[in-house]
């Protein structure tokens, strides 16, 4: 496989897994007991994936 195709499949990974985090913490802090806190965490967590792929896409692109 080339390059380009295993930085966007790491890159696909890694949102699926932010995502899912996302949604994890989010149903943590209204059903559960983490409260405010843990939705504010997904949502950080979430926005760092979101950039932290796009850099890795930016990777792929240069090489």
């Not at 209204?30 to 990777?59: A, C, P, Q, Y």
Request: aromatic residues 12%.
């Amino acid at each position: 496989m080339g390059v380009e195709i295993v930085v966007k499949l790491i890159s696909m990974v890694l949102r699926l897994c932010g995502i899912a985090f996302f949604l994890y913490a989010a149903f943590q802090g209204v059903f559960g007991i983490g409260g405010s806190t843990s939705v504010f965490t997904g949502v950080g967590v979430l926005v760092l994936v979101i950039l932290g792929t796009h850099v890795i896409d930016k990777f792929g692109q240069i090489r």
